[in-house]
C-alpha cells in the first residue's frame, strides 16, 4: 500500500512537473505571484527560484526516495512484481524533477 501511495503521488509531481517544463510562462495579469527576479509565477523560472530552505527540502526528499527505491529494485525477490516497476518509475521521476529543478 505504501508503494501504491508513493507512486501516485509521483505521478501526480511528475504531471505537475511536466506541466511546468512544457507550459509558456504566465502573462500578467494572470500572475499568481512574482519570483525575486521578478518572473510571472507560475513559471519555470519560479519552479527554479525556490527559496533555499524549499530547495533544500525538496532535495533531500526526492534523494532519499530515489534511495529507497534503489533499495527495493535490488531485492531479488522483488524482480518479477509490481512493486520493482512502481520502484522504478518513483526514481525515475524523482530524478527527471530533480534534473529539472537544478538544469541551466
Do not use: H
Amino acid at each position: 500500500r505504501d508503494v501504491d501511495v508513493t507512486a501516485t503521488i509521483a505521478l501526480v509531481g511528475g504531471v505537475l512537473n511536466a506541466y511546468i517544463v512544457a507550459a509558456p510562462p504566465a502573462q500578467p495579469p494572470d500572475c499568481t505571484s512574482y519570483s525575486p527576479e521578478g518572473a510571472c509565477c507560475p513559471s519555470l523560472a519560479c519552479y527554479k527560484s525556490l527559496p533555499l530552505g524549499a530547495r533544500i527540502f525538496v532535495t533531500a526528499a526526492l534523494l532519499v526516495t530515489i534511495r529507497n527505491s534503489f533499495r527495493f529494485l535490488s531485492n531479488p525477490a522483488l524482480r518479477d512484481t509490481g512493486i520493482f516497476s512502481k520502484c522504478l518509475f518513483v526514481a525515475a521521476v524523482s530524478a527527471q524533477v530533480l534534473y529539472t529543478l537544478y538544469s541551466p
